[in-house]
């Protein structure tokens, strides 16, 4: 091997040197900084396309960073939950909080305290919304989508212990009221 060549190996090598320690001192510690904040807005796309970076940078280095992960991703799905709890969608409420979980078990958090107390807004916030629509549905008398909700806001109920028997029974006065106009 002639000189040049060796020169320019031990060059690379050395560049390649400065290119982890940068990776891991400015980049990576960057990257999770930036989802961190998107994950404290509950922002979710912005916090998994850092993140993202922030791991193709760490497998360049051979640096683990997967409880960094899965700790900002806990914070962010946690709040995400909290957010569609307040709005009432238990469906996506839901979906967050088995991502939470399951991100709270890899960095070994326990959020069961957290997760009943959204569930508890979210089923709460929803059973009142839904009691609107089923009061929509009994005054424009249709009686099956009136039962429809019915029935998921007993689960609903069910599942934060409320006790709707007397707006249920309201919104089925409303309906037979509005059927008996009709005859």
Known sequence: MTLEKKIAEKVKGFVAGIEKICYRMIIIPTLLSEAREYAEFADIFWMEEYLKSAQKYAEKCGKDISVKVSEIKKIGYTLAARKYAELGDVFT??????????????????????????????????VLLELEVAKKYAEFRDVVRMELFIRRIKRYAKKCGMDISDQIKKIREIYKKGAEELR
């Open 93 to 126: 409420m839901e979906e967050y909080l088995k991502s939470a979980r399951k991100c709270a078990e890899k960095c070994r958090a326990n959020i069961s305290d957290q997760i009943e107390e959204i569930r508890e807004i979210g089923y709460k916030t929803a």
